[in-house]
């Protein structure tokens, strides 16, 4: 930094002016010299040497003013509670020589400490163990069935769902996944085969139904688990692109606001979405926006085609929108940060109607919640009582229906608690 005044630079200019003008007097006597008279030309030559001595003065003072314009700036001047004596931090008892720490070394260590503390060291994500057992023992044949079928959808969905799983991989899983269900219903039919649960203390006996009924009657549950756990799993990453694209949904209109107050300092796009990526604050729309920046670092694509493909491989409409809308501008040479200003107030518009949307169906549930948890219980209660003393229906004793109404509620609370999770917006 420079540490003279501005007026400086003033002087300079008026002394480049001076010397300018000197010389060009200078360039004119000595053109008219060759045509003047004798009487003249002595004249002419005292002017010239006149000027002569005036422009190496000019010069002279031009350096000197040059020499005095100093680079570099002098340390502050120490506070007055810092001239203070120091501290002695070390005495070495031997030599008797004591080692005392200046108040900018001081400083110097507080700020290498803070660095050391800030330092963030990444974990290597490893291969999973599950995913590793599933790919030794059905990767060939996954791969045989994705050639076969193809399998359009799943690769859309895992793709859009980051779960960084090829098809083959998946498929794999999915084999696996039936095999353990598959034996695991074989268990649970086994169980009901041979013996018969009870209310009743013992609670639990063998059958006296013959063995063929019994088969015959839990025969389903060896087809219908593994059936379900396949159809759930085969399903799942497109229930994942869905809670990944609403958890975009909850952090792209702050995201967006964040943009257009960035594409004001006229930054070209993709330093906006790397300076996005740096904060760290929007954890869903960083792996998304790392994707496009790979696609134009890594992969050489301009930032137009980045765009696009981006789009297609969002699980966010939203994002699909904004990423299309945003190559539209760039190609037609829009303004950015009127494109990112409206688009942030509409998504702003949305957010809110989803919010209130949520909150009104939270109150019906609440409603339905303390309908079927409180006064439910208390009629389900009453009507085994009655019936209970009247000899219809099960013979139940009092602390067996106590039992059956904690272990109902329980139950109702736990299906509750799951669609709460489900429906309730990501926060932070």
Known sequence: ??????????????????????????????????????????????????????????????????????????????????????????????????????????????????????????REIKPRIYVGVANKLFFRYSGKLTKKYEFNELKKNLLKANMQLVPENYISIIILTTIIAFFFSMIISAFFILFEPRLAPPFISFSTNPILIQIIKY??????????????????????????????DQELPFATIHMAAIAESMLNPKGIFSILIKTGEYKELKKEFTKLVNEINVHGMNLVSALRDSALKS???NLTDLFNGLAITINSGGDLKDFFDERAKTLL?????????????AETFMDIYISIVIAAPMIFMLLLMIMNISGIGLNLTPSMIGLLIIVGVALINFVFLIFIYIKSPPTG
């Open 315 to 317: 699980p966010s409409t």
């Open 1 to 122: 930094m420079i540490t003279s005044s501005k007026d400086i630079f003033i002087e300079l200019k008026k002394t480049s002016a001076k010397e300018k003008k000197l010389l060009n007097e200078f360039i004119n006597l000595s053109a008219g010299l060759a045509d003047a008279k004798n009487e003249e030309r002595t004249m002419i030559s005292g002017e010239i040497n006149k000027l002569k001595k005036e422009i190496e003065a000019n010069a002279k003072d031009y350096i000197l003013k040059i020499e005095n314009i100093k680079l570099t700036r002098p340390l502050n001047e120490m506070p007055e509670e810092k001239k203070e004596i120091t501290k002695v931090t070390k005495t070495e008892k031997k030599s008797g020589i004591k080692k005392e720490i200046s108040w900018l070394e001081r400083d110097i260590l507080k700020r290498s400490k803070k660095e050391k503390q800030e330092i963030a060291f990444e």
């Open 349 to 361: 518009f949305e957010h809110k109607i989803t919010r209130e949307k949520n909150t009104k169906i």
């Open 219 to 248: 025969l389903w549950i060896v087809i219908v688990v593994p059936a379900v756990t396949c159809l759930f799993v085969y399903y799942y990453p497109s229930l994942e692109k869905k809670s990944a694209g609403n958890r975009i």
